[in-house]
């Protein structure tokens, strides 16, 4: 059983430290811009990280939650490996939006359509699993 899900976890694992490392970079740019909390607004620089590492969490259920279905009802190592590709396209985002608004652009694009992907590996998934197909396309 586990090594059906062990890319998935993996990747979630890897998605948490990812996170994590948004937050650090939040900490740090507060206290070089002395940006105490609950101040959200302050220099450019601090506002581009609060947002970039915002951005990035209100995303990531989303992406975990369509990770695991992708993952558990059409491919585990597809969702695996598009899980990597939009962990990625994130960190690029972050980091574009770090230097300046406009650099998070294509990494956004990006990542935006790993997530329709995997929305159609979901619902690909789901659908084979509920809707009987017909006995002629899958001969035993």
């Given at each position: 059983m586990l090594h059906q899900i062990a890319?998935?976890?993996?990747?979630?694992?890897?998605?948490?430290l990812e996170q994590a490392y948004f937050a650090m970079q939040v900490i740090y740019v507060r206290r070089k811009c002395k940006v105490s909390p609950p101040?959200?607004?302050?220099?450019p620089e601090?506002?581009?990280?609060?947002?970039?590492q915002a951005n990035c969490t209100e995303y990531f259920p989303i992406f975990l939650s369509l990770l695991w279905v992708a993952g558990v009802?059409?491919?585990q190592v597809l969702a695996a490996?598009?899980?990597?590709?939009y962990l990625i396209a994130r960190y690029q985002?972050?980091?574009g939006y770090a230097r300046c608004a406009?650099?998070?652009l294509a990494p956004?694009?990006?990542s935006a359509g790993v997530l329709c992907i995997l929305i159609g590996l979901s619902v690909t998934g789901l659908l084979v699993y509920f809707v009987p197909l017909p006995r002629f396309l899958f001969p035993k």
């Open positions: 890319l998935l976890a993996t990747v979630t694992v890897l998605g948490v101040v959200t607004s302050g220099p601090f506002e581009r990280i609060f947002r970039a009802f059409f491919h490996c598009c899980g990597v590709l985002y972050f980091s406009q650099g998070r956004l694009y990006l």
